[in-house]
């Protein structure tokens, strides 16, 4: 449900179209390179977070019907998160102090229209960090998020936010390689964009500023062949089961607040 997603999420609320540089980071650390869209350093001073608030991984919509693979994302993310020294509060304690809230509150949508209305919405997300202030005094919110992505391959391979994937087989790149190699010439191999899929990490500190954001490509969600609009979706099964390369989202999303 659309309005039970955007409520335990700010996925509703963004696009990457439109997602900007990030002004500050974490901690003092550094910025790796094949994230520089998402994670920008300040120049004045750094944001001390010790206590973290975690949230329930979201998805899309179209996404739906990957719990499993969502908890795997939260039990990452928390244990990277541990490892590296914070104080977490449990996605689920979020969760129960955020539904409380939404069981007591009156017109959060219209009947009819669906909408959600913004004015009850704020009194509402207020009450939830009053509630998380009085009973964790923390830092900050992370909000993990899977976008679907454009990723951009040439020579067979994909490349988007710090990974790479092959889309073509072994076979197939090794005659293009011969190929090129005896004629002197370019790879025959088509160039273009697939749809992929990223973890997007979002932190926001208590007063609703994002301090933190990064991302980490997880898989393609389709193949291509020799031609250029030639596209073979990758079965649905499939989609997150790797579980290394979940793995290592996590960690490049996650990687320049971890030092």
């Not at 697939?194 to 990490?201: D, G, K, P, T």
């Not at 490509?217 to 990758?234: F, M, N, T, W």
């Amino acid at each position: 449900m659309q309005s039970e997603r955007c409520m335990k999420s700010r996925f509703c609320l963004r696009s990457r179209s439109v997602l900007s540089p990030v002004l500050v980071a974490l901690a003092a650390c550094s910025v790796n390179s094949d994230q520089a869209n998402y994670t920008a350093i300040p120049d004045e001073q750094e944001v001390r977070v010790n206590t973290i608030v975690l949230t329930p991984a979201s998805v899309p919509e179209g996404l739906e019907g990957f719990a499993g693979a969502m908890e795997e994302f939260d039990s990452l993310i928390a244990h990277s998160l541990e490892n590296a020294g914070y104080t977490l509060v449990p996605a689920d304690e979020y969760g129960l102090l955020w539904e409380s809230i939404l069981n007591r509150t009156v017109g959060l949508f219209d009947s009819t229209s669906g909408e959600r209305n913004e004015a009850v919405f704020v009194t509402a997300r207020q009450e939830l960090l009053d509630l998380l202030n009085e009973q964790y005094q923390p830092d900050a919110l992370l909000y993990p998020e899977i976008w679907v992505v454009d990723a951009p391959f040439a020579g067979g391979t994909a490349r988007w936010d710090g990974v790479s994937q092959e889309l073509v087989g072994v076979g197939t790149r090794i005659v293009d390689a011969l190929g090129a190699l005896f004629s002197a010439s370019e790879s025959s191999l088509p160039t273009g964009d697939v749809e992929a899929v990223s973890l997007v990490v979002f932190i926001e500190n208590m007063d609703g500023q994002e301090i933190f954001a990064n991302a980490g490509g997880i898989q393609v969600l389709e193949k291509v062949g020799k031609h250029p609009d030639e596209r073979k979706a990758v079965p649905k099964e499939e989609w997150f089961a790797d579980r290394s390369r979940n793995r290592r989202a996590v960690l490049i999303a996650l990687g320049p607040i971890l030092d």
